[in-house]
T-cell receptor, first 117, second 112 residues
Framework: GAGVSQSPRYKVAKRGQDVALRCDPI?????LFWYQQALGQGPEFLTY????????KSGLPSDRFFAERPEGSVSTLKIQRTQQEDSAVYLC???????????????FGPGTRLTVL | GENVEQHPSTLSVQEGDSAVIKCTYS??????FPWYKQELGKRPQLIID?????GEKKDQRIAVTLNKTAKHFSLHITETQPEDSAVYFC???????????FGKGTKLSVIP
């Protein structure tokens, strides 16, 4: 079946602009995660949703970062007043969720490469 | 919170040789340890995982071992092939946390 998809794949923003990144998880997946991957580094956790509920946002680096999943499916990560240090690949992942048992597989999307000039 | 260290950062092997990548973690409550392969510009792909009630798991040329006492786990790739060249990430998931903490990655180059 279709995997996790993300759009846009590439985004260039001028410093100070707002951006919105979209994630379409695998159909039926309850859990959705956002990660930030800086060049040459491993992904770092940003936030976690279970259906529409944002259960963990401890990884969001500042209050300029905001994520939502209003209907428990598609999710949007919004970054306000972008800064150069926000340049990274933003990865979305989804999994079946807690009803599937502990520690089920997270499937990643291709990511959105954000470049802030 | 959890901290995952991964070594080495780069690894070059001759085709047909074995490759070993090692990770340590800090949270003794962590109970799930996946390994992801990421080719340049592509998404991370799960290649194997292990849970804390198992010491070793194999899938064809790939194996993972876990030592909970020492808090380390390793990826073993045998009979390496050029298509194994990629960046490999280990990760750990703490009990009840769902989020994955990743290592910094190992760039594996398999030389034909």
């Amino acid at each position: 079946g279709a995997g996790v998809s993300q759009s846009p794949r590439y985004k260039v923003a001028k410093r100070g602009q707002d951006v919105a990144l979209r994630c379409d998880p695998i159909s039926g997946h309850v859990s959705l995660f956002w990660y930030q991957q800086a060049l040459g580094q491993g992904p770092e956790f940003l936030t976690y949703f279970q259906n529409e509920a944002q259960l963990d946002k401890s990884g969001l680096p500042s209050d300029r970062f905001f994520a939502e999943r209003p209907e428990g499916s598609v999710s949007t990560l919004k970054i306000q007043r972008t800064q150069q240090e926000d340049s990274a690949v933003y990865l979305c992942a989804s999994s079946l969720g807690p009803l599937a048992g502990p520690s089920d597989t997270q499937y990643f999307g291709p990511g959105t490469r954000l470049t802030v000039l | 919170g959890e901290n995952v260290e991964q070594h080495p950062s780069t690894l070059s092997v001759q085709e047909g040789d074995s490759a070993v990548i090692k990770c340590t973690y800090s949270d003794s409550a962590s109970n799930y340890f996946p390994w992801y392969k990421q080719e340049l510009g592509k998404r991370p792909q799960l290649i194997i995982d292990i849970r804390s009630n198992v010491g070793e798991k194999k899938d064809q040329r790939i194996a993972v071992t876990l030592n909970k006492t020492a808090k380390h786990f390793s990826l073993h790739i045998t009979e390496t092939q050029p298509e194994d060249s990629a960046v490999y990430f280990c990760a750990a998931e703490g009990a009840g946390s769902y989020q994955l903490t990743f290592g910094k990655g190992t760039k594996l180059s398999v030389i034909p």
